[in-house]
Nanobody, 115 residues
Framework: QVQLVESGGGLVQAGGSLRLSCAAS????????MGWYRQAPGKQRERVAS???????NYADSVKGRFAISRDNAKNTVYLQMNSLKPEDTAVYYC?????????WGQGTQVTVSS
């Protein structure tokens, strides 16, 4: 059973940047598409970015041009570089497979953006 552990969140001012990491306890197949999801208080969890085994990326309109997803298969890790952060980005961020979730959710990492 693969465990996903997210890290890198924190408190940042609007316009700032954060780099999130998602480490898997077991090796993730390089053929899997991986994604980052987020859930804000009182809202549904949504996918904000995904990356295929060959590096093709897809982003939600709300983060397009500001976030960049990447992966390092050798390190069994997926990253999310978040730039030009907005208060609306405040949420708990999670990683998982995409577009279908096939792994248990991790604890997530809190991102808080102040205005």
């Amino acid at each position: 059973q693969v465990q996903l552990v997210e890290s890198g969140g924190g408190l940042v001012q609007a316009g700032g940047s954060l780099r999130l990491s998602c480490a898997a306890s077991g090796r993730i197949s390089s053929s899997l598409t991986m994604g980052w999801y987020r859930q804000a208080p009182g809202k549904q969890r949504e996918r904000v970015a995904s990356i295929t085994s060959i590096g093709s990326t897809n982003y939600a309109d709300s983060v397009k041009g500001r976030f960049a997803i990447s992966r390092d298969n050798a390190k069994n890790t997926v990253y999310l570089q978040m730039n030009s952060l907005k208060p609306e980005d405040t949420a708990v961020y999670y990683c998982n497979t995409a577009p279908i979730v096939t792994t248990a959710w991790g604890q997530g990492t809190q991102v808080t953006v102040s205005s």
